[in-house]
């Protein structure tokens, strides 16, 4: 089994994409709360600034496509890990269009590129748990077990698990990395299940950090050169407890950043961007 990536978290650019007018009524989601499109606006505005102007990655920003109501979720689109890229095949057939853009912007990076053309095949990103060491697929209503089969294909240095998904949209609905080897999970029986089947399905043992919240739980994780560990988290407006809990991360820069009306469509801090380590001068 692998060791820690050498440089796990460390990223150079972010690829994000523009939010469409049309997420207010036509994005996909789980509940029924109307969506402040201008509040919205402003959340993404302020994500997208705080990487490119507080932590100094080179953002590449992708316009938004109106016929792709979903698209500003661009973590759905690709796998990257290294120099690879995976293009994905989203589980809403809805969304499978949003992967033209993605696949362009990740060849102009000079990543190589790997399609998932089987149509049998599903995968989310936001069901891709990567931690350094491993990944962990969420088997859920937008993945399916063929979708993990070509994401271990893909990269065949990493073991891959599959966790069942049960009760939410992706696996990263209730977890994420908050650091290397430290997860940051859930506090729900459903996201403790699937700790408990990461768990042992690993030969790591991973630190744990636990937040009341699931969907706090849903954090973005960089090492940074003259920053160190990074970690974009919730808001004590939108989870006051679990705000608490990421302050206990002493080592870390914490930024909080607002996620109050994407959450709305089951967008999270992850699906708003894919990272990236390349070179500066590409």
């Known amino acids: 089994m692998a060791g820690l990536m050498s440089g796990f978290g460390s990223f150079t650019h972010a690829v994000v994409r523009a939010l469409p007018q049309s ?5 996909l989601r789980t509940g029924s709360l109307e969506v402040d499109l201008l509040k919205a606006q402003e959340e993404h505005d302020k994500y997208v600034s705080v990487l490119k102007h507080r932590l ?3 953002v590449v920003e992708l316009p938004a496509d109106e016929a792709l109501p979903d698209c500003v979720f661009v973590e759905d689109a690709a796998v990257v890990c290294g120099d690879t890229a995976l293009i994905t095949r989203p589980g809403a057939e809805s969304r499978r269009k949003e992967t033209e853009a993605m696949k362009a912007a990740l060849t102009e990076l000079g990543l190589s590129i790997v399609e998932m053309t089987d149509e049998s095949a599903t995968l989310d990103g936001g069901d891709v748990l990567f931690t350094g060491r491993e990944f962990f697929v969420g088997l859920s209503m937008r993945t399916n077990q063929r979708g993990a089969e070509i994401l271990a294909d893909a990269f065949k240095d990493y ?6 998904v ?3 949209l992706h696996l990263k609905s209730f977890c994420s990395m908050a650091g290397p080897g430290l997860i940051a999970i859930g506090a ?13 399905m690993s030969d790591h043992k991973y630190d744990k950090l636990t937040l009341p919240d699931d969907l706090a739980a849903n954090c ?3 090492n940074l050169p003259s920053k160190g560990d990074v970690l974009l988290h919730c ?18 820069m914490l930024i909080p950043v607002s996620n109050q009306e994407k ?6 801090l992850t699906c708003c961007s894919v990272l990236v380590n390349r070179k500066k001068n590409i």
């Open 235 to 252: 808001t004590p407006e939108e989870f006051p407890e679990s705000a608490k809990v990421f302050e206990k991360l002493k080592d870390h």
């Open 159 to 164: 073991a891959v698990s599959t966790v069942p």
């Open 166 to 168: 049960q009760d939410r």
């Open 56 to 58: 100094g990655l080179e």
């Open 23 to 27: 997420l207010a009524k036509e994005a």
């Open 188 to 200: 729900s029986e459903a996201a403790q299940k699937a700790l408990k089947i990461m768990q042992q």
């Open 220 to 222: 973005v994780y960089m």
């Open 263 to 268: 959450v709305k469509v089951d967008g999270a």
